[in-house]
C-alpha cells in the first residue's frame, strides 16, 4: 500500500507531530495533565488522524520506531517545558498493543530516556487498551510490571468499550482509568450512561484508582461528572488538542 511506503519514511522525513490536550484537575479546573496525540502531516495528503494510520503501523511493525519516536520527542518537550520554566505536567502516551508484543520494546531504554532528560518517571503516564491485559503473554505482563517497578503509571485508556474486566484492575497496577466518551456523550439525557460512570468512580476509587472522564463537550458534563467524584477531565469543552506552541501559552497563562 502507497500509503504504508509513505509512513515508514515518514518518522525519518519529521512529517509527525505531537499534539497535546489538556487534562484538568476537575474540582479545581487546574491544567496538570496533558494526552499527547500524534497526527501524520503527509506532503501531498496534509494532516492524516491516527485513526487512519496507526493500524498501518501496526501491521507493517512501523509501530515499535514509531512509538519510540512519539515518545522521545514527547521527553524533548518536557523537557524544553521545563527548563522554560513551566509549571510542571504530566504527559499521558498512547501506546498500541503492539509495541509490548515486540522483544526489542526497550522498557529500560526509556527510562534511560527519561533520566538523561532530568525528568522522573512521574512525569509520564502510559495508555493502554484492555485488550493488552487480556493477552496472558508473560511477555507483556513482565513489561507492564517493569513500568510500574520503575513508578510509571498506567492508564487504561477507552475503559468500558471493551471486556471491562475488574480481574485485571486487580491484577495489574493500574493508576487511571478513562472512562470512554461513549458514556459521555449522553450523559445529561442518558440516566444509565450516568449509573455507568457513577459505579466506574467508585470502584475505582475503592481499588485506588483515579478517574479521567473523556470527551467533554459541554459544562453540563462537566459538572454532572464532578458530582460523581470524577477526578480529572479531557474535551472539547476545556481544550482541543493543541500543537505545542499553543498548549505552552495556555500553561504559561496558568500562574
Ligand atoms: O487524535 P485522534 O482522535 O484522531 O486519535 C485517534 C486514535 O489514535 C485514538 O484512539 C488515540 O488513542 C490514537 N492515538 C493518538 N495518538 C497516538 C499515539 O501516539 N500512539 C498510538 N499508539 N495511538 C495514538
Ligand atoms: O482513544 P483515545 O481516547 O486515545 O482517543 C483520543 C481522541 O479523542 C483524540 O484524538 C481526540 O481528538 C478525541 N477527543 C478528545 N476530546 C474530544 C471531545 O470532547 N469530543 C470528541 N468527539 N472527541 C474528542
Ligand atoms: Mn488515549
Ligand atoms: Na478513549
Not at 496533558?34 to 509501530?63: C, M, N, Y
Not at 520503575?150 to 491484577?171: E, H, I, N, P, R
Request: with cysteine.
Amino acid at each position: 500500500r502507497m500509503l504504508a511506503n509513505d509512513l515508514r519514511q515518514a518518522v525519518a522525513k519529521n512529517q509527525l507531530h505531537l499534539h497535546y490536550q489538556p487534562i484538568v484537575e476537575i474540582s479545581t479546573g487546574r491544567l496538570i495533565k496533558a494526552e499527547v496525540l500524534v497526527r501524520w502531516l503527509h506532503p501531498k495528503q496534509g494532516w492524516i488522524s491516527p485513526s487512519d494510520f496507526i493500524h498501518i503501523a501496526e501491521e507493517t511493525g512501523i509501530v515499535l520506531e514509531m512509538g519510540n519516536w512519539i515518545f522521545s520527542q514527547a521527553v524533548a518537550q518536557l523537557k524544553a517545558w521545563k527548563e522554560q520554566g513551566m509549571a510542571p505536567i504530566q504527559l499521558s502516551i498512547n501506546t498500541s498493543p503492539k509495541q509490548y508484543y515486540e522483544a526489542e520494546f526497550d522498557v529500560a531504554q526509556w527510562l534511560q530516556e527519561l533520566q538523561d532528560a532530568g525528568l522522573s518517571s512521574a512525569d509520564v503516564v502510559m495508555e493502554i487498551t484492555e485488550g493488552l491485559l487480556m493477552e496472558n503473554s508473560p511477555q507483556v505482563d513482565q513489561k507492564l510490571l517493569a513500568l510500574s517497578e520503575a513508578g510509571v503509571a498506567v492508564a487504561l485508556d477507552d475503559f468500558g468499550t471493551g471486556y471491562s474486566s475488574l480481574a485485571y484492575l486487580q491484577k495489574f497496577d493500574i493508576e487511571f482509568l478513562k472512562i470512554d466518551r461513549m458514556f459521555i456523550e449522553n450523559l445529561a439525557q442518558d440516566g444509565d450512561d450516568l449509573a455507568v460512570c457513577k459505579a466506574i468512580i467508585v470502584m475505582a476509587h475503592k481499588l485506588g484508582i483515579e478517574v479521567i472522564a473523556e470527551g467533554i463537550e459541554t459544562a453540563l458534563q462537566a459538572s454532572l461528572l464532578e458530582e460523581a467524584g470524577c477526578d480529572y477531565a479531557q474535551g472539547f469543552w476545556f481544550s482541543e488538542p493543541l500543537n505545542a506552541q499553543d498548549f505552552a501559552e495556555i500553561l504559561a497563562g496558568q500562574a
